[in-house]
């Protein structure tokens, strides 16, 4: 079982820079792959970032890609999101998210822990 928890949310101006943490609790925490995900008022939860067991491989939804950096520490056992250039539409809950494998993750379904979120607000 893994246990998962966000911080370092907040309100930021268009432009700006937030750096969320997440981090593990749990012995299989380094053998899981990682990712983040958002979900704004009345819309589904989408991907936004997976990196793998490694931190060898990521994955980047084409909205943040060359924006957020996902990055981990597994001696830490954090994993971060680097999210620079910040917009009003990344305005959203994010989440922090556990695989049971390895490799790099884009799917909801494919993962198994889920941290409780935490609020990131790009106001215009």
């Known amino acids: 079982q893994v246990q998962l928890v966000e911080s370092g949310g907040g309100l930021v101006q268009a432009g700006g820079s937030l750096r969320l943490s997440c981090t593990a609790s749990?012995?299989?925490?380094?053998?899981?792959?990682m990712g983040w995900f958002r979900q704004a008022p009345g819309k589904e939860r989408e991907f936004v970032a997976t990196?793998?067991?490694?931190?060898?491989?990521?994955d980047y939804a084409d909205s943040v890609k060359g924006r957020f950096t996902i990055s981990r520490d597994n001696a830490k056992n954090t994993v971060y999101l680097q999210m620079n250039s910040l917009k009003p539409e990344d305005t959203a809950v994010y989440y922090c998210?556990?695989?049971?494998?390895?490799?790099?993750?884009?799917?909801?379904?494919?993962?198994?822990?889920w941290g409780q979120g935490t609020q990131v607000t790009v106001s215009s």
């Open positions: 990196i793998s067991r490694s931190g060898g491989s990521t």
């Open positions: 749990g012995r299989t925490y380094s053998n899981n792959a």
């Open positions: 998210a556990g695989t049971r494998y390895g490799g790099t993750e884009r799917l909801v379904n494919g993962y198994s822990y």
